[in-house]
């Protein structure tokens, strides 16, 4: 009996602590603003997508490659949910 009332509480708890935990990834370069994120994604959206014959794999690959040699780096954060 115990574990029949225990078990939806466990199930709650897990529940929450995976909503919780959730992270997010942006690009961050110290001192630039939004517009000039913008811009250098734009330059490397640019880039990525003239890859001829390029699958999705390799255009993220150059566009990334592409805002790394720009300064920008990938950073990931905890993100709460509820």
Do not use: Y
Not at 45 to 60: E, K
């Amino acid at each position: 009996m115990r574990a029949l009332i225990s078990l939806p509480l466990i199930f709650a708890i897990v529940g929450c602590s995976s909503i919780m935990n959730k992270t997010e990834e942006h690009w961050e370069k110290p001192g630039a603003s939004d517009r000039d994120f913008n811009v250098d994604r734009g330059q490397c959206n640019a880039q990525a997508f003239s890859v001829a014959g390029g699958n999705i794999m390799q255009i993220a690959i150059v566009q990334n490659s592409c805002l790394q040699g720009k300064g920008w780096q990938l950073v990931a954060r905890q993100v709460p949910r509820f």
